[in-house]
């Protein structure tokens, strides 16, 4: 029953920190408008990226390692920790595209963003599930509460706010793991980048797969437009994510599945497939055009649902090919769909604007399904 209940609050976990950032979306276009939160979001795409590469993969990589050294689990992290700081020094190139004062507010902000993202691995290894949502819900409400408390919008004044709430969450994780009492090592090793890079590439693959479309419309489309667009892609973000949910309690015993039991889960995932995605859009169309009145044509909610349906008959496949241990084409593909995404998306936009990324989206889903169906079939013939 333990082992049940740490599933479930994980799973809320999963649900609850994405959810979170939605409702600060949604309050920050509320509150100051598309224009102003756009502003917003053009630079936290940026600081989201150069904290997903000073990540590096850690996550999946120490917990691999905890696993075969426990007794070095906070000499590894710190270790890890130390590393992995030399890759900050990147986004310093801030400083070439925004203001002073707005690029160091950045760079501090994915600084201590990769020091409380650190502690992801040791909290899915001791399995702190409720405490760390505990933490996220402390966070979120800070940051809520100080964006009611602007008036009128100052870009400076939020990145302070968002800043001192990822501050508190430091603070609160480092006494949730106790840190003053564990043994603290100060140590570079290099080689913790090259052996956490293999995990790294793959998050990236998958990471460059789901965002490019973002960056295109961060790079050339005004504000209003980026913090619209964003909005809904969160949205539908997470209507995609349930396919993942509702897989986390039998990640571990899938490795272990035989044939039929994973056509048995093929073919539930095709039965709550369409039913959930066209709830999910429904609703997602009713909160976005009738709360926060976006101003999209229902085509583009169209355009939507069909985007998110592949990632439901995708998903066991995938899960297959890791069983396979076939990582590496999973990498190929997701690169190849985001090339192929990037450049279609490029055409499409320059030809017929915002709705050509819906569209460049919407066939880039359907031909990564197409494309992880023919290398799960290349593996039952062989």
Same mark, same amino acid.
């Given at each position: 029953?333990?082992?049940?209940?740490?599933?479930?609050?994980?799973?809320?976990?999963?649900?609850?920190?994405?959810?979170?950032?939605?409702?600060?979306?949604?309050?920050?276009?509320?509150?100051?408008?598309?224009?102003?939160? $756009?502003?917003?979001?053009?630079?936290?795409?940026?600081?989201?990226?150069?904290?997903?590469?000073?990540?590096?993969?850690?996550?999946?990589?120490?917990?691999?390692?905890?696993?075969?050294?426990?007794? @070095?689990?906070?000499?590894?992290?710190?270790?890890?920790?130390?590393?992995?700081?030399?890759?900050?020094?990147?986004?310093?190139?801030?400083?070439?595209?925004?203001?002073?004062?707005?690029?160091?507010?950045?760079?501090?902000?994915?600084?201590?963003?990769?020091?409380?993202?650190?502690?992801?691995?040791?909290?899915?290894?001791?399995?702190?599930?409720?405490?760390?949502?505990?933490?996220?819900?402390?966070?979120?409400?800070?940051?809520?509460?100080?964006?009611?408390?602007?008036?009128?919008?100052?870009?400076?004044?939020?990145?302070?706010?968002?800043?001192?709430?990822?501050?508190?969450?430091?603070?609160?994780?480092?006494?949730?793991?106790?840190?003053?009492?564990?043994?603290?090592?100060?140590?570079?090793?290099?080689?913790?980048?090259?052996?956490?890079?293999?995990?790294?590439?793959?998050?990236?693959? $998958?990471?460059?797969?789901?965002?490019?479309?973002?960056?295109?419309?961060?790079?050339?489309?005004?504000? @209003?437009?980026?913090?619209?667009?964003?909005?809904?892609?969160?949205?539908?973000?997470?209507?995609?994510?349930?396919?993942?949910?509702?897989?986390?309690?039998?990640?571990?015993?899938?490795?272990?599945?035989?044939?039929?039991?994973?056509?048995?889960?093929?073919?539930?995932?095709?039965?709550?497939?369409?039913?959930?995605?066209?709830?999910?859009?429904?609703?997602?169309?009713?909160?976005?055009?009738?709360?926060?009145?976006?101003?999209?044509?229902?085509?583009?909610?169209?355009?939507?649902?069909?985007?998110?349906?592949?990632?439901?008959?995708?998903?066991?496949?995938?899960?297959?090919?890791?069983? @396979?241990?076939?990582?590496?084409?999973?990498?190929?593909?997701?690169?190849?769909?985001?090339?192929?995404?990037?450049?279609?998306?490029?055409?499409?936009?320059?030809?017929?604007?915002? @709705?050509?990324?819906?569209?460049?989206?919407?066939?880039?889903?359907?031909?990564?399904?197409?494309?992880?169906?023919?290398?799960?079939?290349?593996?039952?013939?062989?």
């Amino acid at each position: 029953m333990n082992r049940f209940l740490k599933i479930g609050i994980n799973i809320i976990r999963g649900i609850t920190v994405p959810l979170l950032n939605f409702i600060i979306i949604l309050s920050g276009i509320k509150h100051f408008g598309k224009n102003n939160w $756009g502003e917003y979001v053009s630079i936290i795409v940026w600081i989201s990226f150069f904290t997903f590469v000073a990540n590096w993969g850690n996550k999946d990589y120490l917990i691999r390692k905890y696993s075969q050294n426990p007794s @070095e689990i906070y000499s590894n992290f710190y270790m890890n920790l130390f590393s992995r700081g030399l890759l900050i020094l990147p986004s310093f190139v801030l400083f070439a595209f925004f203001p002073s004062k707005i690029a160091l507010l950045s760079i501090f902000i994915i600084l201590i963003s990769y020091a409380y993202n650190s502690f992801e691995s040791l909290v899915i290894y001791q399995q702190k599930f409720g405490p760390q949502l505990v933490v996220e819900i402390i966070g979120f409400s800070f940051f809520y509460g100080a964006l009611y408390k602007l008036s009128t919008f100052d870009l400076a004044s939020v990145l302070e706010f968002y800043a001192l709430s990822i501050i508190l969450k430091l603070i609160l994780i480092s006494f949730l793991f106790n840190l003053r009492n564990k043994p603290f090592r100060l140590k570079i090793a290099l080689n913790e980048l090259i052996l956490s890079f293999p995990f790294f590439i793959l998050g990236l693959s $998958g990471m460059i797969s789901s965002k490019i479309d973002l960056y295109l419309v961060t790079v050339f489309l005004p504000n @209003e437009i980026i913090s619209s667009y964003q909005t809904i892609t969160t949205a539908f973000l997470m209507l995609q994510a349930l396919s993942v949910f509702i897989t986390a309690p039998i990640n571990k015993s899938f490795y272990r599945s035989n044939t039929k039991v994973i056509s048995k889960l093929k073919i539930l995932f095709k039965k709550i497939a369409i039913p959930i995605s066209i709830l999910g859009s429904l609703s997602i169309w009713l909160l976005l055009e009738h709360y926060i009145k976006l101003g999209f044509e229902w085509h583009i909610y169209l355009l939507c649902f069909l985007s998110s349906l592949p990632v439901f008959f995708y998903v066991i496949p995938i899960l297959n090919l890791y069983k @396979e241990k076939l990582e590496k084409k999973i990498v190929y593909s997701n690169l190849l769909i985001a090339i192929l995404n990037c450049a279609l998306g490029l055409i499409l936009l320059k030809r017929i604007g915002l @709705e050509g990324i819906f569209i460049s989206v919407c066939v880039s889903q359907w031909l990564f399904l197409i494309l992880i169906k023919k290398l799960e079939n290349s593996i039952s013939q062989s």
